[in-house]
Every structure is written in C-alpha cells, then in structure tokens.
C-alpha cells in the first residue's frame, strides 16, 4: 500500500461511543496518557459532559427527557465546534449513541479539515448498569434515566465512512493490557495524523491498525468549499428541498409501493437510484441534517439549481451508507 502524508492535516477528532458508565472517561485518560508518553509536546483536549453542565445540574439532568437530550446535545455539539483545532488533538468523552449525530460531528470536523476516529466501548447493558449503581451519588445516573439510556445504543460501524477508523474495546472480557494495546493504536492514529517529519514507527502503526493512510481528505458533501452564501439562505434551502424531497414521493408513488428506481431531476443534476422505499420522516431527518450542515459554513453559490444538486449528492450518500 502506497501511504502519501500530508503536513498539517490537523489534529484528529477521537470520537468515544459508548452507554453511560461503560468505562468511556478511563479509555479517554488511557489514551490521553499514552499520547503524551508517545509525543510529550502533544496538545491534548478532553471535552466530556460536565463540560456543558451548570454547579446545579447532575447526569440524570442532562438526559431527563427528549427536550433536556437535544438541548445537551446541541451544547456538546456547539462546544465540538468551538475547540476543534488544527494544533489539538479533541478526545470527546460522552455517550454519542446516536448515528446520526456521530455524522454531524465528524461533519464539523472535516469542515476544518481534521481527521476523526470512532472508539467503541462495548460493555453489556447490565454492566453498566452495575458499575453505574457502585458509583458515589452524585457521579451515578438516576435509575429510570439509565434503563432509558442503555437500550438506545445504535453501534458504529467501520463500513460508514464517518465511523472509520473504528477502534472497540471490551472491558468486560478484554485484559488490560488489550485495551492498553487499544489505545496505544489510537495514539498511533492521532500521532502520525500529523506526521510529516515522523519516524516510520507512528506511519507503520497507523498503517497496521488502521488499513489506511493519514493523507488525503477525499472531498465529500460535508468537506466540499463550494459553500451557499448567507443571504435568503434558509429560505432558499428549504425550498428547494422541499422540491425534491416532493419529486422524490412523487415518484415513489407511481411505484405503488414498489423500489422507484431511477429517480430524474432535471439536465445536468445527478439522478438518484431507488432501490428501496425512502419513508416521510427518514427525508424529513435528510432535509434537518443538511439544512444543519449547509448553514454552518459560508459558500459563494446560491443558485436553485446548485442547491439542489447538493441536496440530491446528500441523499445519495445517505442511501449508500449502511
């Protein structure tokens, strides 16, 4: 394999996924350590929830209930984006359960034009369960909250492009010492992300454990610079998505239920290939992710036509994604 390392790539995103109290803050210091062993000059950030949270508040707070979850998790998202660097290696140590949401950080990342990895911490819902119940009171999430919470895992997946490359620990079965090897593995990654100028042991360890180099960011819907420019943004956007998610049930209905197959949008747009049905509330969730991810950035064409281009290449991302 022919690895190409470019020089100030940024730093990496290390993205913990995992159910409360399965371990995630001892892996995010674990890594932090054997960073700062590997490359002492290394800056390092922990952002965890605690970071987001007022003196009043506990755990349970944060996710009593769908209004207080989408509240914390816009504040965690807001705080991603205020100390993502290109200088700083960002740990993010909270729950992110959501796939969804793990999209729309690794979206904030790429816009800087920073890596981002995935590391799963796959402990049993009945582990955390207990190890959450052993915890001081303050530190331990109610009881009704954590039934709640440990069954809305949707586990990554190496396959998607923005939960790769995904490291797993298992703390339930693994030895320390694997899981040293874990995060000795993300070090790696986070090392030679930024490695021009490094020895060949970081690129060879990232090679090993990654399966793939640490330059070259492809260009994609969530990286491209060919942004919409502020004025009547919103408006425009919605509109023409509107339009097309319309063409879309459209044509799904003239397939009586059936997989729409080509889907046309007019000369010169890309067509979009239905080979299953796309339901009402999964292009109402496209529709939020991209109007979420065009306004946070600056671009300098605003043509209806370009929007909906943009739109249609999202869909067909999201269609291709497992």
Known sequence: MHCVYTENLGMPLVMLVGRPSSGKTSIACQIEAVIKQL???RSIDILDDRSIMSA???KSDCYRDSKQEKMTLGALRSSVERRLSKSTVLIFDSL???KGYRYEIWALARQIGTRCCVVSI????E???AWNAARDFEERYETAVMDDLVGRLERPDSIRRWESPLFSVYPERESREEMTRVCEAVAAYCIASNSAGKGPLERAKLSAVTG????????SIATSQNTLAPVNLLHDVDKE?????KQVLDAQTLAGGAPAGIVSFGPDMPVLNLTRPISTVE??????????MVTNTTFSESRPVHIKSLFVKFMIEQIHSP
């Open 212 to 219: 793939q180099a640490a330059g070259d960011l492809k260009q």
């Open 241 to 245: 998505v509107q339009v097309t998610i």
């Open 39 to 41: 490359d002492p000059g």
């Open 56 to 58: 009043s508040q506990s």
């Open 283 to 292: 292009l109402r969730r496209w529709k939020r992710m991209f109007v979420k």
């Open 96 to 98: 992110n359960m959501i």
């Open 127 to 129: 582990t955390c369960k």
């Open 122 to 125: 796959e402990t049993g819902a």
